[in-house]
């Protein structure tokens, strides 16, 4: 399967800062990147979805300003939460496809990043 | 603090027995579903799937239905084993784009 790596994995800060979250995928290349969030005992939300090269197209109730998301590579998507509240805090992952039929009918994950805001 | 949420459902089952757990979609333009496991603290992992020309698939030990008419997707885990324990959530899916996940299952397997 994929390799996709998330960094941090687990990041603690104070409320009102920015905090950047990486997510690689090492072994194939991410055209399209997609963004989730999961509260405690909760499902998945997706929260926006990106293509290489292009804006990040965001679910309904998801702040753009909030969670920006940069896609500049086919290997490297990066969400940054900014201006951190605690009702932020939540597992933070990413799921990259390669839309070129290897992995594109199989969706893997990022081990997630733990985001905790004091 | 975090955000305090519904709890997920829990099935408990006996080492060696079997387990299905179910899920129903929301979508009926939905044609490609995935089973996913995860364990406490990580990515979800990915079991299998089913597209909607298909009604059952079977993998190692577990077994996909797909039943479109009322929209529900059920898990089947043969001989169910400890290291089966982990919540279980179904995404559905168009065409392969957005994922859209399930409550989940919390599956505790007792010894």
């Known amino acids: 399967g994929a390799v996709v790596s998330q960094h941090p994995s687990w990041v603690i800060c104070k409320s009102g800062t920015s905090v950047k979250i990486e997510c690689r995928s090492l072994d194939f290349q991410a055209t399209t990147m997609f963004w989730y969030r999961q509260f405690p005992k909760q499902s998945l939300m997706l929260m926006a979805t990106?293509?290489?090269?292009?804006?990040?197209?965001?679910e309904q109730g998801v702040e753009k300003d909030k969670f920006l998301i940069n896609h500049a590579s086919l290997t490297l998507s990066t969400l940054t939460v900014t201006s951190a509240h605690p009702e932020d805090s939540s597992f933070y992952i990413c799921?990259?496809?390669?839309?070129?039929?290897?992995?594109?009918?199989?969706?893997?994950f990022g081990p997630g990043t733990r985001l905790t805001v004091l | 603090g975090e955000s305090v949420g519904l709890h997920l459902p829990t099935l408990s089952v006996q080492e060696g027995d079997n387990s299905i757990i179910n899920c129903a979609y929301s979508?009926?333009?939905?044609?490609?579903f995935i089973w996913y496991k995860q364990e406490s603290g990580k990515g979800p992992q990915f079991i299998i799937d089913?597209?909607?020309?298909?009604d059952k698939r079977q993998g190692q030990r577990v077994t996909v239905l797909l039943n479109k008419t009322v929209k529900h997707l059920s898990l089947q885990i043969a001989a169910t084993q400890p290291g089966d324990s982990a919540v279980y959530f179904c995404a559905e899916s168009v065409g392969g784009n957005q994922f859209y996940f399930g409550t989940g299952t919390s599956l505790t397997v007792i010894p």
């Open positions: 990106s293509n290489e090269g292009s804006k990040a197209t965001y």
């Open positions: 979508n009926s333009a939905s044609d490609y």
């Open positions: 089913i597209r909607s020309n298909m």
């Open positions: 799921s990259p496809t390669s839309g070129d039929g290897r992995f594109a009918d199989t969706q893997y």
